[in-house]
Nanobody
Framework: QVQLVESGGGLVQAGASLRLSCAAS????????MAWFRQAPGKERDILAA????????YYADSVKGRFTISRDNAKNTVYLQMNSLKPEDTAVYYC??????????????????WGQGTQVTVSS
C-alpha cells in the first residue's frame, strides 16, 4: 500500500520559514520523481516544485523560485520543501506527490500517480 504522509505545516507570521516533509512508503522511493503542489481555497491545485530521482534536477514554479527549495533523502524515503520569506498568499493546503514515469522532474499534475493527504499552511499578515 502506497502512502505519502506530509508533515510540518502550521500557522506562522509573514516572513517566517517552514520546512515541510513527506515520508513515502510502499514505493521504491529512489525510482520516483517527487513534487509539491498547493491548493488555496477556491483555487486550482498548482505545482510548486519537483525533483528527479537522484535529486540533481529540480523544477520550480515562478511564484516560489528563490524562496522555496525542494530536496530529497532517498535513504529516508523523504522529500522536503523548505519555505522561506512566507507571505499571506502562500496560505494553502500543501500536497506531495510521486511520479514513476520519468527520472526527471515534471510539472504536470496528471503525471503524478500518488498523492498525500495534504498539510495546512497558514501565513498571517
Amino acid at each position: 500500500q502506497v502512502q505519502l504522509v506530509e508533515s510540518g505545516g502550521g500557522l506562522v507570521q509573514a516572513g517566517a520559514s517552514l520546512r515541510l516533509s513527506c515520508a513515502a512508503s510502499g514505493i521504491t522511493f529512489s525510482r520516483y520523481s517527487m513534487a509539491w503542489f498547493r491548493q488555496a481555497p477556491g483555487k486550482e491545485r498548482d505545482i510548486l516544485a519537483a525533483i528527479g530521482w537522484s535529486g540533481d534536477r529540480t523544477y520550480y514554479a515562478d511564484s516560489v523560485k528563490g524562496r522555496f527549495t525542494i530536496s530529497r533523502d532517498n535513504a529516508k524515503n523523504t522529500v522536503y520543501l523548505q519555505m522561506n520569506s512566507l507571505k499571506p498568499e502562500d496560505t494553502a493546503v500543501y500536497y506531495c506527490a510521486a511520479c514513476y514515469l520519468y527520472p526527471t522532474p515534471t510539472p504536470r499534475e496528471y503525471d503524478y500517480a500518488y498523492w498525500g493527504q495534504g498539510t495546512q499552511v497558514t501565513v498571517s499578515s
